[in-house]
């Protein structure tokens, strides 16, 4: 332990019935780091974490702070010794705007009543009162001038914020960027940041490393929870690596390959190379002309988008997070009205048909979030698994369901897609499982019907590098198979590691169309942001012709 | 025909007050998502316990005060048992509500009889007098019991505090996702109980207004209903206070006329055209036990226009309303 240790947690156990989530764990954080905590999902950080912010309390093991011995009852205790924590599912009120999610619990007085106001008609010595500053923050409630401070605090970061919208009204970037205010708010010492990067563009994670990187240099402290091994490179000087709810080692990262580090995470190899054969198009599975849909919020968020799929192809459609491609997406996948344009999967014209109608033309959707739309959190995995199929009359004669057949199903998808945590199928639940399982449970349910169309929104944001690597080669074996496939994702490498096409989306149109073998990053970076040039830049949405051989790129 | 009007309008006012009572205490507590559907039970327990403390004491202000002091008690016992035991929110309510039927019933037969001097009407001091003079609505507005007025002041009370307060909001926060304000330091158990035991403490007002100003007697299960309107107003109202204020005095009116159909006469002539097919429906739709469900009706629409129009943000039911809270489940 040297003299610039500020963290120090101590043989730290916590045990839920069955399940040893931290077996005595060791961390230390030194003053002004960014020490990176790497780990599969179910590793333990997220405990680890939790404990460290008084959600949970420890079985043994002691935390230190500075020095001194934390006992952490709760949040507050946690938030009173300068730790902050930025939650990797969303902890935000969507009814609520930016500015009051963000002063939540910091009893934030009206105007007139704060210590620091200059011009209040109070009189300073009544402002200062310890009972008129108690009152004050109970029963009354300030807005401006906190405002004024997130609006501040956002410019200084380069997050693009109305402090004064509501949640609902941002996409799910912009409410990352809130989370990571609500803390910078609170002044902490220490930063917890759970998977921070999993929502944002490349371009805006570069900001976000510019700021953490400004924000040691005063001497925060921060712990980075991350699956990206790209990450740790770039930003982490020490990182922890946990397995199964054991420290596996503390290293410099200077120190370690990337592959080591794979290797402590995962505990074997981990292949990074995706190997990509040439698979025939078929016939256009999907054609989309002049499609034009609004967001939640009513806004245009399509203005005319014209897209064809084939079979066996897979299109990659990249742009920065809210430009449309949510809503493209849940278009695509029958969710979402169209205001304008036509809809033809397999030739057959389904425009403003029912969802269930998408389903029984073999279109399949991953969503980008998979708790809230990807799955019936409180159901079991059985009917989450079964959720799209239980009508077709393999499970049964109709009215009645044959549950040993559903059964039966469910756990061969939960074989086949190597879905960890599940004891029973129909006992656990789909929300109890990690983030890469249920995303594997999902992905199964929409393969496992041989779509012909597939549209995977983010499939591999937030999950682990294991389930990562399952994952894209699930989609490149589905391509195989001559499914045509809508692949959504911020990550450009997974853009280019896995697609035939590439689109560039901005601002609800394509405005770039390339292949990954003649792609230029940088003209991809400019377009996805509006910087591209405009002579060349309207997008060439037309197919090639039938037939024609993708080449391997990989 | 006016003095008619002007009479309902005064039967409008107390009946909206009992409702407006109620309501408040039960949009406090649901907007900390926790549903109390024992406010039937709560206003009893407060109406026969304002009741006999003004028979013992001659103070009605007294009886007022150990109506909601009551009303908080058996609160406390709904958040114990939803709040601290996380029970489920709609049997506990429901058994309250029987509980305090029952034991209202059984202590209060000795108490019939009794005759109090409740509540007095008042004029508001200096203008009051020719506020009074208005023609129609002067009486029904402007003399009314110290609690009538005590509601509408409330009401502001209310909207402010949770709306334009950090303890409202830290309430509405606990109401919508109790984890998310448990990781911004609220304490998601204390805000329920308190907001629980506010809404307690409303209802036991309610309660204590109807026996001690409205009727001025105790009669046994004599809130008929009345506490399970205000749950239907807080979904009416859309769990917004402003909005309660017109649902209050809406259903209030529907109360108001439902006592007095009798004395209306709106069926046509026997010699008027279609007399025949109007008249037995009129009399249908007068008929008091069919005007006393007019406001459940209301709320079925009103909640059916809600779902229609609204979008995400509008659909004002807070998020996390019948969820009990623990912070350590994985």
Do not use: F, H, R, W
């Given at each position: 332990m040297s003299e610039h240790t500020t963290l120090r947690m101590e043989g730290i156990l916590k045990e839920f019935p069955g399940v040893v989530a931290n077996d005595h764990v060791n961390l230390s954080v030194e003053r002004g780091e960014i020490h990176g905590l790497l780990g599969?999902?179910?590793?333990g950080k997220s405990t680890l974490m939790k404990i460290l912010y008084g959600l949970y309390s420890q079985d043994d093991g002691d935390i230190y702070l500075d020095g001194e011995r934390l006992d952490l009852e709760s949040p507050q205790d946690a938030i009173d010794a300068g730790i902050g924590m930025v939650h990797q599912h969303f902890m935000l009120i969507p009814r609520l705007t930016v500015a009051e999610n963000v002063v939540l619990g910091e009893r934030e007085p009206a105007t007139a009543f704060r210590s620091d106001a200059e011009d209040s008609w109070l009189p300073a010595a009544v402002r200062n009162n310890s009972l008129v500053q108690s009152l004050a923050g109970q029963f009354s409630l300030g807005l401006d001038v906190p405002e004024q401070r997130i609006q501040d605090l956002a410019d200084q970061y380069g997050f693009d914020i109305d402090v004064s919208a509501k949640i609902w009204e941002l996409d799910v970037g912009q409410q990352q960027r809130v989370e990571i205010l609500k803390a910078l708010y609170r002044d902490v010492d220490l930063l917890i940041l759970d998977e921070p990067t999993a929502v944002l563009t490349p371009t805006e994670a570069e900001r976000l490393f510019d700021s953490l990187e400004r924000l040691t240099d005063e001497g925060l402290s921060i712990i980075f929870i991350t699956h990206k091994l790209t990450e740790v490179d770039a930003i982490v000087d020490r990182v922890t690596v946990l397995r199964e709810g054991q420290n596996v080692g503390t290293a410099e990262v200077s120190s370690v390959t990337r592959a080591e580090l794979a290797e402590m995470m995962v505990g074997r190899e981990v292949l990074f190379e995706i190997d990509r054969d040439a698979v025939d198009l078929g016939e256009p599975v999907l054609r989309a002309r002049g499609v034009e849909a609004t967001n939640n919020r009513n806004i245009e968020a399509l203005s005319g988008v014209d897209l064809t799929v084939r079979q066996g192809e897979i299109v990659g459609i990249a742009g920065v997070s809210g430009n449309g491609q949510k809503e493209l997406a849940e278009v695509m996948a029958g969710i979402r009205d169209v205001t304008a344009g036509e809809l033809l999967v397999n030739g057959e014209d389904i425009t403003g048909a029912k969802p269930k109608t998408f389903v029984d033309s073999g279109v399949s959707f991953v969503p980008e979030d998979r708790l809230q739309y990807g799955c019936a959190e409180d159901l079991s995995v059985m009917h989450n698994a079964t959720m799209k199929d239980f009508r077709d009359g393999r499970f049964g004669d109709r009215p009645f369901l044959d549950y040993g057949k559903l059964r039966d199903y469910a756990e061969t998808l939960v074989d086949e897609f190597d879905v960890r945590g599940v004891s029973d199928v129909t006992e656990t639940k789909a929300g109890d499982l990690s983030g890469g399982n249920l995303q594997k449970l999902i992905l199964a349910r929409e393969i496992y019907r041989d779509p012909d169309l597939l549209i995977a929104n983010q499939p591999t944001r937030g999950v682990d590098v294991g389930a990562i690597e399952f994952i894209r080669e699930t989609l490149l074996e589905q391509r195989k198979a001559g499914t045509g496939i809508i692949l959504l994702s911020e990550d450009l490498d997974e853009i280019f590691d896995l697609s035939d096409r590439i689109l560039v989306v901005y601002e609800g149109e394509f405005v770039y169309e390339t292949t990954p073998a003649e792609a230029d990053r940088e003209r991809i970076g400019l377009e996805m942001t509006g910087g591209g040039d405009d002579d060349g830049g309207e997008a060439e949405t037309s197919p090639p012709p039938s037939g024609v051989t993708q080449g391997s790129e990989s | 025909m006016v003095s008619f009007i002007a009479g309902l309008l005064d039967a409008t006012v107390q009946a909206a007050t009992v409702l407006l009572l109620a309501g408040m205490g039960e949009l406090i507590s649901e907007r900390a998502g926790v549903l109390n559907l024992g406010v039937e039970g709560m206003m009893l327990v407060g109406a026969l316990g304002g009741f006999i403390t003004t028979v013992l004491t001659g103070s009605h202000w007294l009886g007022f005060g150990v109506g909601i002091l009551l009303g908080m008690i058996l609160a406390l016992v709904h958040a114990f048992l939803?709040?601290?035991?996380?029970?489920?929110q709609v049997i506990s309510g429901v058994m309250l509500t029987l509980l305090g039927a029952g034991l209202t019933t059984f202590f209060g037969s000795g108490w019939v009889e009794e005759s109090i001097e409740g509540f007095p009407q008042l004029t508001l001091p200096l203008v009051g007098q020719y506020l009074v003079g208005i023609p129609v609505i002067g009486e029904a507005f402007f003399r009314s019991t110290a609690t009538d007025y005590l509601a509408l002041g409330l009401l502001v009370v209310v909207w402010y505090f949770l709306h334009h307060s950090n303890l409202g909001l830290e309430m509405i926060a606990v109401g919508e996702d109790p984890e998310m304000a448990d990781t911004m330091g609220v304490s998601v158990f204390r805000l329920r109980y308190l907001a629980v035991l506010i809404g307690g403490g409303f209802a036991g007002a309610a309660g204590a207004h109807l026996s001690l100003a409205f009727s001025q007697l105790w009669v046994p299960g004599m809130t008929a209903g009345r506490g399970w309107i205000a749950v239907a107003l807080v979904i009416f109202a859309q769990w917004r206070p402003r909005r309660m204020l017109v649902g209050a005095y809406l259903f209030g009116l529907l109360d108001a006329l439902r006592i007095r159909s009798q004395s209306i006469s709106l069926t046509l002539g026997p010699d008027a055209p279609l007399a025949g097919v109007i008249n037995p429906i009129v009399e249908f739709l007068m008929n008091p036990q069919i005007m006393g469900t007019y406001p459940y009706l209301a709320t079925i629409i009103v909640l059916a226009y809600a779902v229609i129009r609204t979008k995400s943000d509008q659909l004002a039911v807070p998020s996390a309303l019948l969820q009990a809270y623990s912070r350590e489940t994985d």
């Open positions: 599969e999902n179910g590793a | 939803c709040i601290t035991l996380k029970s489920n």
